[in-house]
């Protein structure tokens, strides 16, 4: 049962007495537990097996599988030595819940239809600051305020983020009475700069991207005797995050699957630990976006190596080395990690919108990005199953939130764009936006190009952004393009994943 789980993994009755209450209430959930927690706590999933990468280069789909033989095994950490473990998690659950908001994990009706599965969305996008990244800031102060102290106080904090965690660690600084410093590179939206000033925080604009803010950041915790928070590998930064795993299990007791964005891998090393603790039967997927895959290089390397990192949507997942910390705990309860495109990305922020009425950025999108037909997780085992997915965050600025949304319309076949010849004498481009209004395509820009057509002197070249009804209407508009001897070249046909 949970409690005997939490009960044989804490200290006394008598020191978290709020602890063993919640753990107490948390009972219902005892016939999901493996019958081994029950009797033998001590990170009560079976025996660590050791792992080796097997990537599958077509699907771009890497799968830990157990080794073949004593002389493939690579030798592995007990559960209990794991840099975080479930009793790490249980006690930031404690520590943190009067500070950040529960938040919802609710049924999407229309996603669930879409999919083929039972959705239900755990909303992190609704904390205060936009993330889920204010369950780890929150731990980590809590627990440098246990070592230090009012030391802590006098000194503060520092980190290095462009984000998300900059935010979180300033609001919950200022909420704790802990001074916070942020260095956060040029590319920083401003938007976040000056939200992070709103919350007493001292920003400091330094380096062109994020490694050389954190460098510049490490230099003043040497000079100035600051303590450094890890926005994704500090173990209390990843227990934070696994709290969210707990809370699955409990709103969601009969969850099948678990999918999890992975950027430095702090987020589903704190989920997967608690939800394969507390229901070792539940699948706990990653997913990744194609131009960062820091993950997926680990696995196959075995250890955490840097990858090729290229502007993307997701760009809150765009580190080039995941957190050797974070590594270390999700490749032992991590199921399979899977890719997804920008173009899947772009969808699952316009389902969103159109569907829940939810504002998400592209890495918070990403799992769902996953799953939408066509995609990595799209598949015939995971067809009418509870899947769970974690919303990690919504900052998304407003300029990139328009340029997102064109892409998803145009992945979607509801903005296209083609290449016609048409005559230059009068009428030529009438005739032709009278058939694209007879065929129910709404023109959004229209542009002419003469100097480079190498036909005809009296006709010209036309290229025409129409706006569409999906992918049927897009054939029937072309085939009258056809028909009527424009003879279109429309965008990117051979090309399955550009948009």
């Known amino acids: ?15 978290f007495p709020s602890l063993h209450l919640r753990a107490a209430k948390s009972s219902n959930l005892a016939a999901n537990i493996n019958a081994r927690i029950a009797t033998n706590f001590k990170y009560p999933i079976s025996t660590p097996r050791p792992f080796s990468a ?7 789909t890497v799968t830990c599988t157990a080794g073949e033989s004593q002389s493939t095994r690579k030798p592995t950490n007990t559960l209990e030595s794991l840099p975080v473990t479930f009793a ?29 599965a039972n959705i239900w969305l755990k909303t992190e996008f609704q904390q205060f600051t936009g993330s889920f990244k204010e369950r780890g800031a929150r731990n980590a102060i809590l627990s440098l305020l246990r070592e230090q102290g009012d030391e802590l106080k006098k000194k503060g904090v520092i980190a290095a983020s462009a984000g998300n965690h900059a935010l979180a660690l300033a609001y919950h600084g ?3 009475g802990v001074p916070v410093t942020v260095v956060m590179p040029t590319v920083a939206p401003l938007a976040k700069v000056d939200k992070c000033r709103t919350f007493c925080a001292k920003v400091i604009i330094e380096g062109q991207h994020i490694g050389e803010a954190k460098e510049y950041a490490e230099k003043l915790v040497e000079s100035q005797g600051l303590s450094y928070v890890n926005g994704y590998d500090d173990p209390p930064i990843i227990a934070g995050a696994g709290t969210i795993g707990i809370e699955i299990i409990e709103d969601v007791p009969c969850v099948d699957a678990v999918v999890v964005p992975i950027g430095g891998a702090g987020l589903i090393a704190g989920i997967s630990c608690a939800v394969k603790t507390l229901k070792p039967d539940v699948l706990v997927y990653g997913v990744e976006p194609e131009f960062a895959a820091s993950y997926t290089a680990a696995l196959q390397a075995g250890k955490p190596v840097p990858a090729k990192v290229t502007p993307t949507l997701a760009d809150g997942l765009a580190v080039p080395v995941v957190g050797p910390h974070a590594f270390d705990v999700a490749r032992h309860y991590v199921d399979e990690c899977v890719i997804c495109t920008e173009k899947e990305v772009s969808l699952a922020i316009l389902r969103l919108i159109e569907n829940e009425k939810m504002v998400v950025e592209g890495g918070g999108a990403t799992g769902l990005a996953a799953l939408l037909p066509g995609a990595q997780l799209d598949r015939e085992e995971l067809k009418g199953k509870n899947i769970v997915v974690p919303l990690c965050g919504g900052n998304i600025d407003t300029t990139v939130l328009g340029r997102v949304l064109e892409r998803g319309l145009a992945a979607d076949d509801r903005l296209r764009n083609f290449i016609a010849t048409v005559s230059d004498r009068p009428g030529g481009i009438a005739r032709l936006t009278t058939l694209l209004g007879n065929m129910g395509a709404s023109i959004k820009d229209m542009y002419h190009e003469r100097a480079f057509l190498h036909s005809n002197i009296d006709h010209v070249k036309v290229k025409c952004v129409v706006e569409l009804q999906g992918k049927e209407h897009a054939q029937r508009v072309k085939k009258a393009l056809v028909e009527n001897g424009y003879d279109p070249v429309w965008d990117n046909e051979n090309e399955k994943n550009m948009i």
């Open 1 to 15: 049962m949970i409690r005997n789980v939490i009960r044989s993994s804490l200290p006394s009755r008598a020191a």
């Open 54 to 60: 097997a990537v599958d280069k077509e699907s771009t």
């Open 174 to 176: 200022k909420d704790l």
């Open 88 to 116: 790490d998690i249980s006690r930031a659950n404690v520590a943190i819940r009067n500070g950040v908001i529960r938040t919802q994990c609710k049924k999407s009706y229309f996603l669930s239809e879409l999919l083929g």
